[in-house]
């Protein structure tokens, strides 16, 4: 088995096709496996690092291994009840219910912190650690957390059901949070 390990900066900003495209442009130079198994490639794209020094990355092949699917990693997090095998990948109700604890917390920071997750939905522009200065919650994951598993979960999304709504999809359940 031949694992690559690639750290890589991918723009948010521009069009939801250009955001896509530049991540599909990335995967497509891939080397390939010779078989199933041992013989397979695996990558690990490093693609964010947040405030907690912690790492965001790609994994491939995904569970499902559909054409450039991928699954959404944070290094040293565990998603999983207690007692249940780790998950280090977090599915959309874990961010689902960790933005309602932060809109009990404060509604004004959840305000602030919804608007940065709607600059990502809408791929207005890149959103930085600057961003996230004000941003403190004493509840749930850090606030770039959200904003930067968000972005890699829509793209995800816009690559796995390309020809459908794509990150629409996981916007649906994220909208009437606001």
């Not at 010779?34 to 690092?49: I, K, N, Q």
């Not at 690559?159 to 359940?173: A, F, K, P, T, V």
Request: net charge positive; charged share 30%.
């Amino acid at each position: 088995m031949t694992e690559h390990k690639i750290t890589k900066f991918f723009s948010n900003a521009g069009t939801r096709n250009e955001v896509r495209m530049r991540v599909v442009n990335v995967l497509s130079i891939e080397k390939p496996g010779t078989g199933s198994g041992d013989l397979a490639s695996r990558y690990t794209y490093y693609v964010e690092t947040i405030s907690d020094g912690n790492r965001i990355y790609l994994r491939r092949p995904a569970n499902l291994h559909n054409g450039f699917d991928f699954l959404v990693c944070i290094e040293n997090y565990n998603f999983s009840d207690e007692g249940k095998r780790n998950r280090n990948y977090p599915k959309h109700e874990d961010i689902v219910k960790d933005l309602l604890l932060k809109k009990r917390e404060s509604i004004d920071l959840y305000k602030k912190l919804f608007s940065l997750i709607e600059d990502t939905y809408y791929c207005r522009r890149d959103v930085t650690g600057s961003d996230f200065n004000e941003l403190k919650f004493n509840e749930g994951y850090p606030a770039d957390f959200i904003v930067k598993s968000l972005k890699w979960l829509f793209i995800e999304q816009d690559i796995r059901y390309w020809n459908y709504s794509g990150r629409g999809m996981l916007w649906e359940g994220l909208k009437d949070l606001k």
